[in-house]
Nanobody, 122 residues
Framework: VQLQASGGGLVQAGGSLRLSCAAS????????VGWFRQAPGKEREWVSI????????YYAESLEGRFTISRDDAKTTVYLEMNDLRLEDTAVYYC????????????????WGQGTLVTVSS
């Protein structure tokens, strides 16, 4: 069972990145998936969550509509499209999954992927 996050990198402020979270070893179709991030010296925070059907999505208010989460169950992958990136978006981004939506919302999902670093420069 594995979640593999990728797509991070160095980008200038105002730019865009798309993160991918690929699942293997389990059927991600039955899981709610979330993206979390942890900036240097700060606690981990949730960024966005998509439920197992993809019918409901949730975003941290601080994002102000700049990010979009989506899922492609055929590819067992969840994406996070990040636009108009700001310096404060610099962080390690993690994806996580659980069969229970509330576990993901609570930050206690069963499966975690390794992080992918996003660095936004001025």
């Amino acid at each position: 069972v594995q979640l593999q996050a990728s797509g991070g990198g160095l980008v200038q402020a105002g730019g865009s990145l798309r993160l991918s979270c690929a699942a293997s070893g389990f059927t991600v179709n039955y899981y709610s998936v979330g993206w979390f991030r942890q900036a240097p010296g700060k606690e981990r925070e949730w960024v966005s969550i998509i439920d197992l059907l993809g019918d409901n999505t949730y975003y941290a208010e601080s994002l102000e509509g700049r990010f979009t989460i989506s899922r492609d169950d055929a590819k067992t992958t969840v994406y996070l499209e990040m636009n108009d990136l700001r310096l404060e978006d610099t962080a390690v981004y993690y994806c996580a999954a659980d069969t229970g939506l509330w576990a993901v919302i609570a930050g206690t999902p069963q499966y975690w992927g390794q992080g992918t670093l996003v660095t936004v420069s001025s």
